[in-house]
């Protein structure tokens, strides 16, 4: 029954890391994939331990489950950070928004000291 | 049996982000689809260490996440230093 | 102080990966050899790192800010839930109901670790993305469906629902 549970958990988060990674493929910008994949790939990584961890049995393998509990705070933590200082190194780099983007504050509030440069 | 399907899927995942490292018209795009990657292979790391029983594996996952996160500043902090010179 | 608490969170760590336990004849020992390269380790840390650990570990041991960072926690992996199907859902769609911008919040939070702490949260909630903080407490958003383009109304969308937790808990 445990391991029925666990592989439920298991295929739902493999189908978000899916999901993020086509999304990765799909949308337009940097920034849109950014979130896509980050937001995707982070909770799917997450759920698959929640299936290892039931799969293996909380007390059976306590200390698989500590590791999994260790990693998932980690990556929690850590994915929206690295995703942050990648979009604004990427924003000083000087990639630019999607064309059919709506508003841009920072560009209104910071305006841009290089030429248009295309980073190809 | 259940597993080799789940090592396929994750493979897919793998394949489609390196597409991105390969594609990305940006070096951003580079940075980021290596970031996923990493996150990838952690996952990879949780199935194998239930597959098989043995806990070191997981050991491995959590070392990749911290040297993934770390590569991933740096890598940032690189590009955002170029943009500030130019 | 903050070092003494510093040391015991790196060999509770430690103890929690390597358990240096063993039961032998129906009791537990502890392995000492696995325990004495824990202390010494933590022990370097700490020594390297005493210039930067932050100040705080205090304002923890308060059992009304535990229990909001417990509802906090709650609130999260509700909002974390909803951004992934409000995600997939843009990205399975063939037309891709997208409508990104950058947008301006203002946040009355004070201190860097909330201000830090809120841009966390921002970054892992529905279509949302911190890409820059300003001190003073400005932030930047990059925004996947756009539905305010001025301060007042992204602030309320995207800011409120953490702020006030954040508050209780920190401040």
């Known amino acids: ?120 | 049996m259940l597993f080799i399907p789940a090592y396929l899927v994750l493979l897919a995942c793998c394949g489609l982000c390196l597409y991105r490292v390969g594609r990305g018209p940006t070096a951003a795009d580079r940075a980021m689809a290596i970031d996923i990657l990493g996150i990838v292979v952690v996952c990879f790391t949780a199935l194998l260490s239930l597959k098989t029983g043995e806990v070191f594996y997981m050991d491995i996952g959590i070392s990749w996440a911290i040297l993934s996160f770390i590569g991933t500043i740096a890598l940032a902090k690189h590009l955002e230093g170029r943009g500030f010179d130019e | 102080m903050k070092q003494v608490a510093m040391f015991l969170l790196l060999l509770l760590l430690w103890v929690v990966l390597v358990w240096p336990f063993e039961a032998a004849g129906g009791q537990i020992h502890l392995v000492a050899g696995e325990l004495v390269p824990g202390i010494f380790v933590a022990l370097l840390v700490v020594l390297i790192m005493r210039h930067s650990i932050p100040e705080g570990f205090k304002a923890w041991i308060n059992p009304v800010r535990l229990f909001w960072f417990v509802v906090y926690v709650g609130v999260f992996v509700f909002y974390v839930i909803k951004a992934n199907f409000d995600v997939a859902y843009r990205i399975i769609h063939p037309a891709m109901p997208i409508h990104p911008g950058i947008v301006k919040v203002k946040t009355t939070l004070k201190t860097r670790a909330g201000i830090a702490m809120l841009a966390n949260a921002i970054a892992l909630t529905p279509g949302t993305l911190t890409l820059h903080a300003e001190e003073n407490g400005d932030l930047y958003v990059h925004w996947i469906n756009v539905k305010a383009t001025d301060v007042e109304g992204a602030t309320g969308y995207i800011v409120s629902r953490f702020e006030w937790l954040i508050k209780r808990i920190l401040e």
């Open chain 1, 1 to 120: 029954m445990n391991s029925v549970i666990g592989m439920i958990f298991v295929a739902v988060g493999l189908a978000f890391n899916v999901l993020g990674c086509i999304g990765m493929i799909r949308l337009p910008d940097m920034y849109n994939r950014l979130q896509a994949s980050t937001k995707c790939v982070t909770m799917g990584t997450c759920m698959v331990m929640i299936g290892v961890m039931i799969s293996a049995g909380f007390l059976h393998s306590a200390q698989l489950s500590a590791r999994c509990i260790i990693c998932m705070v980690f990556i929690l933590i850590t994915a929206p950070t690295a995703a942050h200082a990648l979009a604004h190194g990427a924003y000083s780099f000087g990639v630019r928004l999607w064309e059919k983007s709506v508003v841009n504050r920072y560009e209104e509030d910071f305006p841009k000291k290089s030429t248009d440069q295309d980073h190809e």
